[in-house]
């Protein structure tokens, strides 16, 4: 799988309102025409909520899609 960089991702995450869950991250993704790489990285992500963009990014690093 392609490895997401972890500063685009940061700077797609700005406006994202936490807590979030999974599919309503997404959805956010989806809509907002995020880069594909990030989208399927977070396909891959446990379901839950995540309750900051710190948690977030740990949720992506222990995944492994994280550059």
């Known amino acids: 799988m392609s490895k997401v960089n972890q500063l ?6 700005n406006l994202v309102n936490y ?3 999974k ?3 997404i959805k956010y993704a989806e ?5 594909e790489k ?11 909520h995540y309750q ?3 948690d977030l990014l740990q949720a992506l690093r ?6």
């Open 52 to 54: 900051t963009p710190i």
């Open 62 to 67: 222990e995944s492994n899609n994280l550059e």
């Open 19 to 21: 807590p979030i869950h």
């Open 8 to 13: 685009q991702l940061q700077k797609s995450l």
């Open 31 to 35: 809509e907002s025409g995020i880069d």
């Open 38 to 48: 990030i989208l399927r990285a977070f396909k891959h992500l446990p379901f839950k």
């Open 23 to 25: 599919k309503d991250l």
